[in-house]
């Protein structure tokens, strides 16, 4: 058994993230995570961006366009969350 992993982990590479993907990862655990943006943007989608909400609304779409034109970022560059309002999965 320890011959199989030696050899699994010798072909796994790690590589480092790099600052603006890092970036990407803190701005969409803030949004997910901050209680202002929560409240403000309950059932919406957002789009973090250094630090601040740079598009929202309920069109997923229409948001990451948004984004894409105010920010000058490529759409894959861009985190989409989804604030999720708890009071819509009751009412359903």
């Known amino acids: 058994m320890g011959k199989v ?17 890092q970036q990407r ?33 309920i069109d997923a779409a229409a948001v990451l366009a948004e984004a894409v034109r105010r920010t000058g970022q490529k759409s894959h560059d861009l985190p989409l969350v989804g604030i999720i309002d708890p009071m819509q ?3 359903h």
């Open 89 to 91: 999965d009751i009412a």
């Open 25 to 57: 990862f803190q701005d969409a655990r803030w949004a997910q995570l901050d209680p202002d943006v929560q409240r403000r943007h309950r059932g919406e989608f957002v789009v973090p961006f250094q630090g601040r909400i740079v598009a929202h609304g």
């Open 5 to 21: 992993r030696k050899a699994v982990r010798s072909k796994v590479k790690i590589r480092k993230i790099s600052p603006e993907r």
